[in-house]
Nanobody, 116 residues
Framework: QVQLVESGGGLVQPGGSLKLSCAAS????????MSWYRQTPGKERELVAA????????NYADSVKGRFTISRDNAKNTVYLQMNSLKPEDTAVYYC?????????WGKGTLVTVSS
C-alpha cells in the first residue's frame, strides 16, 4: 500500500533552516509528481512546492520562492524540502502528497515551529 512518511520538523528560530524529508513506498515513485503542502489551524491546506517526476522541474508558492527548495532522489524514493530564512508565518504542519490513480495520498505530516 502507498505510504508517505514525513520527517525533519522541529523548533527553529526565525532566520534558521530545516530540511524535511518524505519517504515514499508502495508505488513507482519516480513516475509521479510529488508535492509539499502545509496547514495551520483554521486554515485550508496550501501548496508549498511541487516537483515533476523525471525532469525534476519545481514550482513554488509565492510566499516561499527564493527561500525553499524542493528536490527528489528517485533512487531513495524520497522527496525533500529545504527551508531557509524561516519566518514565524512558516509555522505549520507540513505534508507531502502523491496523486496516484485519481486519488491523493498524504502523509501524517511533520510540525515546523518557527519561534524565538
Amino acid at each position: 500500500q502507498v505510504q508517505l512518511v514525513e520527517s525533519g520538523g522541529g523548533l527553529v528560530q526565525p532566520g534558521g533552516s530545516l530540511k524535511l524529508s518524505c519517504a515514499a513506498s508502495g508505488f513507482t515513485f519516480r513516475t509521479y509528481v510529488m508535492s509539499w503542502y502545509r496547514q495551520t489551524p483554521g486554515k485550508e491546506r496550501e501548496l508549498v512546492a511541487a516537483i515533476t517526476a523525471t525532469l525534476g522541474r519545481a514550482n513554488y508558492a509565492d510566499s516561499v520562492k527564493g527561500r525553499f527548495t524542493i528536490s527528489r532522489d528517485n533512487a531513495k524514493n524520497t522527496v525533500y524540502l529545504q527551508m531557509n530564512s524561516l519566518k514565524p508565518e512558516d509555522t505549520a504542519v507540513y505534508y507531502c502528497k502523491a496523486p496516484i490513480g485519481g486519488m491523493d495520498y498524504w502523509g501524517k505530516g511533520t510540525l515546523v515551529t518557527v519561534s524565538s
